[in-house]
Structure formats: structure tokens, C-alpha cells
């Protein structure tokens, strides 16, 4: 059977379609009636983020069997129609946790020490080491809002800082065993109690702008918002206006609402912050993070297209 990789995959997930006997089709870069047009002789796709995958599309190719997204999230993917017309919907969640958790306290490390900016100085030769004094994490409370594989992994790593960890996920049907040391609570009560808030949801419809003006001002002045999710779980005007005013002290962003978030030149309104830190959507782009995923959809891929074929 012919699989499009869409996205740009890992070499060894490739050889992998390859080895089960599939045709792989690389062609990155296509939409609409171009993705479609190429997806009429394929039986399976396999997406990163980039390559939307809409009803119109999926309507139009009646020999599609299986979408599978390298990655965590299926807001590129319209599931909803896919399911409707039998089609096999997959992602791998799990695959990408260790870089989402390591990216995390990446940032905030950086922003609490403000190693950009004391970095960009030291080039310039100014050795500013009074007025850059941080933060420790020690002693401190993180609050996840999500509190599947990656929020799971971020508690890890909290916990080694010495930090004080709480969840809210109210879709997550029995707390994890070995977790007991994570009390949960409501949302009220973990945007009142952290002193770093990370997220860690999907974007649905049901997540879309959660946290806005109202959940902004239940957070302490002193906190930090971490979002290595979904940028639309964040409403960008509501937090841009936090970050100006005092509200909040300051955020890490590795997503936003529309990404690229600006045009080539371009400005956002974010990033013109200095108590904002930003990053490019560089949750899972470490090689291994890469490799597990690519893998991973893959062997989903194999597996659904041997079930379409028995």
C-alpha cells in the first residue's frame, strides 16, 4: 500500500514502511486540493504539525485508511470526519514527553535566571552581574494544568528541583499510581496556589483560551506561566495585558495562536516583553524525541494498514 509522509520523518520510520512492504510517497509542503490530488493513490499519511489534514481533504480520497500524526495533539487532523468515513486516527502522545519535560524547565531556568539577556550583555561586554540576580526553583510550587505522560514527566523533574508540585486534569479518569505525592485540585485552586503554572493540555474546543482574563487574575502577581502545550490554550490578549501591567511577572512561550506568530518582519505583541521568553515550537525537536516518534507512527501505520488489508 502507498503511505504519504507529509512532514518531514525520521529516516529510520521510513525504512521501517519500507521493510513492511509499503510504497512510501515524501512530499512535504502540500494542502488543499494539492494534498488531496496526491493522497487518491495512498492508503495511509503520516503528518508532523504542519500539514493540515481537513474534511474537504479527507472527503475527497476514499481510499484513505489511516492518518497518523508523529506527534502529540490531532488539532491538524479533522478526527471527527476521519472517524465518519472509517478512517484510522492515531498520534504518539508518549513519544515526545521527555523533550516537553526537559524544554520546560529549560525555559524556566532561563527566565528566572535571565540567561538571555545576561548572555546577550556578556557579548557586548557588560558584566552585569548584580542587576541579573534570579530566582531559585527550590522550595517553590508547580502547578500543572494536564497531567497525562508530559505533565507526568514535568513532575518528575519538578520534584528533583525540590519543588512543590499540584494538578488539575478533570478528564483524566483515575490519578496515576505512584503519584500520590501530586495532590489534585480544582482549577481555581491550582491557578491560586502555583508559583510556576504549566500546561498541559490538548487544544480542543473544550480548552480553547482556558486560560484567559478571569484565570490570569487568580494567579499570584509573582507567578510564571509555562506553556509548552497549545498556543490557542492561552487567550494572547488577556496575557498580554497581565505581563504589561504587573499582573503576572512573567512568561515562557514555546507556542503560540498562529505560528509563525508574526509575518517575516513582522512584530508580536509578546515578544516585545522583557519578561517574556520565547521560543520557536521546540517542544519535541530534540533527535531522540524525533526518532521515538517517527518510529512509533510507523509502526502504527503498519499495523492499521495490515488490519484495512486482512
Known sequence: MNVLVADALDGAAVARLRA?????????????????????????????GATKVTGDVLRAVPNLRAVVRAGTGLDNVDAVVARELGVVVANTPAAN???????????????????????GDLRRGHWEKTRYAGRELFGRTLGL???????????????????EVIACDPVL??????????????????LAGADVLSLHVPLSSGT????????????????????CARGGVVDEVALHAALSSGALRGAALDVFEREPPVEPGGEHPLLTLPNVIATPHLGASTAE??????????????????????
Not at 512492504?21 to 508532523?48: F, M, N, P, Q
Not at 524525533?290 to 488490519?307: K, P, T, V
Open 208 to 227: 480553547r483560551g482556558a486560560i484567559g482574563a478571569r484565570e490570569l487574575a487568580l494567579m499570584r502577581r509573582d507567578a510564571i506561566l509555562v506553556n
Open 20 to 48: 513492511a512492504g509499503h510504497e512510501v510517497i515524501e512530499r512535504t509542503g502540500l494542502k488543499g486540493a494539492e494534498l488531496a490530488e496526491v493522497l487518491r493513490s495512498c492508503e495511509g499519511i503520516i503528518v508532523r
Open 173 to 190: 479518569p483515575r490519578w496515576p499510581a505512584g503519584y500520590e505525592w501530586v495532590p489534585p485540585v480544582t482549577l481555581d485552586e491550582l
Open 289 to 310: 524525541a524525533q526518532r521515538r516518534a517517527g518510529l512509533e507512527a510507523a509502526d502504527i501505520m503498519i499495523q492499521a494498514l495490515a488490519s484495512a488489508r486482512a
Open 145 to 163: 494544568l494536564g497531567f497525562g505522560r508530559i505533565g507526568r514527566e514535568v513532575a518528575l523533574r519538578a520534584r528533583a528541583f525540590g519543588m
Open 97 to 119: 514527553a521527555i523533550s516537553v519535560a526537559e524544554l520546560v524547565f529549560g525555559l524556566v531556568l532561563a527566565l528566572e535566571r535571565h540567561l538571555v539577556p545576561a548572555s
